[in-house]
């Protein structure tokens, strides 16, 4: 079972940085001894996409885009791969160690005792199934698990390890489920093989709230009472999308860089996933249902960089890749023949021009356990109670 100390790997610098988060947390509610309390959450069950995805997809078998993540500079500051898209801890990661939990184990680690939940989220995965993508011409990589895959994963779980369905329903009440972030990988693949413009694109977007709510109804049949939705990030800062469509539009660029056209369309995906969670919440009034603004959190790391100790020059220049403007290149991802990795990526936000750093994932952590990013709050508060 992998735990916080276990994640440090030797103390030292590194595992400050890995624990501070959840001592910050806790000692800034006055706690004098944080590791004791206890709190009110007890598992976490995700579904997603490689922003939450622990390992899945590296004993799936990573390929294509993904293909190097078993291996170096992948996991570096962590000291060794784990099957993160990142340099070190994700967000899932940050949020477990706030609630005094092990970090959560992917569901395909079958040596793992999940005491502390079960990751489903796969890297590549889609909101959509395979079949509808192929509809509109867009093709989902072979080893891609839709969210409808990831339910099915969880239902297998509840069945091997529920007694009855009584155990069930008081484990899932007493657990924080994650649906999300989802869905950027539809958009991802209908952009990224030219199926058209924003405009058509659009057009998925109710399809993929719809996966998204059928998926929280679901588990809210099954016990769940506590969820955390979270949008989409501002695809338009990504160095990929910098790097493949600002040469065509570079009159679309706002005063931080980023491609205005793509942050419209991320932001047009997260308002109508909000009216659908507010219709969530009318139909649940005793679950609680948060809405985590990963977006509005990633802005808030770019226009407060310097003070979070990021490089101000190279906010929007991936750490590991293979040169050019934002350093990256699609056909030398990083890990590749050819690519580099930055001096210091605790300075840099994007780790690999698609996927951030642990810096980055920690500070977003941060903004939306303390900083109103996550709301309403006060169920933000609730639920990290210790």
């Known amino acids: 079972m992998a735990t916080a100390a276990a994640a440090c790997n030797g103390g030292g610098l590194l595992c400050y940085k890995v624990l501070s988060v959840s001592m910050l947390i806790l000692l800034l509610r006055g706690l004098v001894e944080p590791a004791a309390a206890a709190c009110s959450v007890d598992a976490i069950y995700s579904f997603g996409d490689s922003i939450a995805d622990t390992g899945n997809l590296l004993r799936e078998g990573p390929i294509g885009f993904f293909a190097s993540i078993g291996s170096y500079p992948y996991g570096q500051t962590l000291r060794k791969p784990t099957g993160r898209c990142s340099d070190g801890l994700l967000i899932i990661d940050y949020f477990a160690m706030a609630l005094n939990l092990s970090l959560v184990s992917p569901y395909l680690d079958k040596g793992a005792d999940f005491a502390s939940g079960v990751n489903f989220a796969v890297a590549g995965a889609t909101a959509l199934d395979r079949s509808v993508l192929l509809l509109s011409g867009v093709m989902a990589p072979p080893a891609s698990v839709p969210l409808s895959s990831q339910l099915d994963w969880f239902k297998s779980h509840l069945n091997a390890t529920c007694p009855s369905q009584e155990d069930c329903t008081k484990k899932l009440a007493g657990a924080l489920f994650l649906v999300g972030e989802i869905g950027g990988n539809d958009y991802n693949y209908g952009f990224l093989q030219g199926t ?45 999308y910098l790097s493949l469509f600002s040469v065509s539009g570079a009159g679309d660029l706002d005063d931080r860089g980023c491609l205005k056209s793509y942050n419209a369309f991320a932001q047009h995906h997260n308002e109508l996933l909000q009216a659908a969670i507010d219709g969530l919440r009318k139909a649940n009034t ?19 960089a310097s003070l979070l100790g990021f490089d101000q020059g190279a906010l929007l220049q991936a750490c590991c890749g293979a040169g050019g403007a934002y350093n990256f290149h699609m056909n030398m991802m990083c890990g590749a023949a050819g690519t580099s990795v930055c001096a210091d990526p605790a300075r840099r936000v994007s780790w690999d021009g698609i996927h951030l750093t642990q810096q980055a994932y920690r500070a977003i952590a941060l903004s939306l356990l303390m900083e109103g990013f996550a709301q309403p709050a006060d169920a933000v508060q609730e639920i990290w109670r210790c």
Do not use: R
């Not at 659009?202 to 809210?220: F, G, L, R, S, T």
């Not at 969820?227 to 501002?234: H, K, L, T």
């Not at 249902?289 to 959190?297: E, F, S």
């Open 286 to 304: 005793d679950v609680t249902i948060v809405y985590a603004d990963y977006y509005g959190a990633f802005m808030h790391l770019l226009d407060h």
């Open 196 to 240: 058209g413009s924003i405009q058509p694109m659009k057009a998925y977007v109710p399809q993929v709230i719809n996966a998204i709510m059928d998926v929280a109804k679901e588990v809210i049949e099954l016990g769940a009472t506590q969820i955390i939705i979270p949008g989409n990030f501002p695809i338009g800062c990504s160095p990929s």
